[in-house]
């Protein structure tokens, strides 16, 4: 896959708006990003959910296609949030009450309740990656949770140990993980946010989950960590990542941050040994459409900091809050100004 790829490709984090005739969007945005599912988002009755998810995803795959970006996803459409879905689909988990933890703005939040030893009875997002890999020829990836964040987003009632919680978790992950590398994915993406609202944990364990979840996957890997979405973050916490630098030694192929809208202080960037970064150039939490010359510029100031054999270009993270027809324009305005960078340096 990656010799098929222009210098600096473009990608999605993963997200993409979904239509309003498929999930409220207003109790979308309302509400926390779910950690258990959330059946009453949906605005198609279960009998034909799966068929509305299905058409949601090709507009999905086609905005991105029509947009130029070379990596694409499923557009997550088939989600009330990034990490519920598989999490609540895992054996152990109480299926009837949920448990009750913080979330990372510290606010109260229903999260996974693991009552027993964690399983994988039978794959999970195996179908989505089929039938993405079955409507693009382009490069594909696929998100999914990553194992410490998910044992920070559930409450454990078996292990009693936070360490063992998350290697089971990674266990599971691993299983899954495998199988999309088989159906197809080209690239598999972890979401680990908790890994910046969680530094002491992070600090404690993080790695050694990341590489337990990896074991014989062969496919690119893309680790994303981020501050949280735009949509409930408009100001960041910091323009620093607390912990970023640890991941260098991890097994993870690639890593992506956000960098537009916290105005990340890009020296990070060259600190990372020679893991490729996946950084975000355009701004979730603003619904402007930054032009390709302001894209462009923001790749340059990265290129003071890393190579371009070792960039990846992307949003900030949270696009699938935005009106669809602002996120086609970011996401066009992402790759022209990606162009203009490529001929610049010799490779458009």
């Known amino acids: 896959m990656t010799n098929s790829l222009p210098l600096l490709p473009t990608t999605v984090v993963g997200s993409y708006p979904q239509p309003d005739w498929l999930i409220d969007r207003e109790a ?64 152990g988990v109480d299926p009837v009450n949920p448990g009750h933890a913080l979330s990372r703005r510290g606010l109260p939040d229903l999260v996974p309740l693991f009552i027993g030893p964690v399983q994988r009875g039978r794959p999970i997002q195996l179908r989505d990656v089929q039938f993405l890999r079955a409507n693009t020829s382009l490069p594909i990836k696929i998100t999914i949770p990553g194992a410490f964040t998910m044992s920070q987003q559930a409450v454990d009632e078996h292990y009693h140990d936070s360490r063992a919680f998350a290697l089971a978790l990674a266990a599971a992950l691993n299983q899954e993980l495998l199988d999309l590398q088989a159906a197809g994915a080209d690239v598999i993406h972890i979401d680990e946010p908790y890994m910046q609202a969680r530094v002491e944990q992070a600090q404690a364990f993080a790695v050694e989950v990341i590489n337990r979840s990896l074991q014989g996957v062969t496919a690119t890997t893309v680790l994303h960590t981020c501050f949280g979405y735009g949509h409930y973050r408009n100001a960041k916490p910091r323009d620093t990542y607390e912990f970023l630098e640890e991941l260098a030694d991890s097994a993870v192929d690639q890593i992506s941050v956000e960098a537009a809208q916290p105005g990340l202080d890009l020296r990070q960037l060259g600190h990372m040994g020679n893991k490729t970064m996946m950084v975000g150039v355009i701004d979730l939490g603003t619904p402007e459409v930054e032009t390709p010359e302001v894209v462009a510029g923001r790749i340059r100031a990265i290129l003071q900091h890393l190579p371009p054999e070792r960039l990846v270009i992307a949003p900030d993270c949270g696009m699938k809050y935005l009106p669809r027809e602002t996120a086609f324009g970011k996401l066009r305005a992402m790759v022209e100004g990606t162009r203009t960078v490529r001929s610049e340096l010799g490779a458009g």
């Open 28 to 91: 979308l945005r309302s509400r926390l990003p779910a950690r258990i599912r959330a059946a009453d988002m949906w605005r198609v009755p279960e009998p034909y959910l799966e068929q509305a998810q299905d058409d949601a995803t090709i507009i999905a795959i086609r905005a991105m296609e029509r947009a130029g970006v070379d990596i694409i996803s499923d557009g997550e459409a088939r989600r009330e949030s990034y990490s519920n879905r598989f999490s609540t689909a895992l054996g």
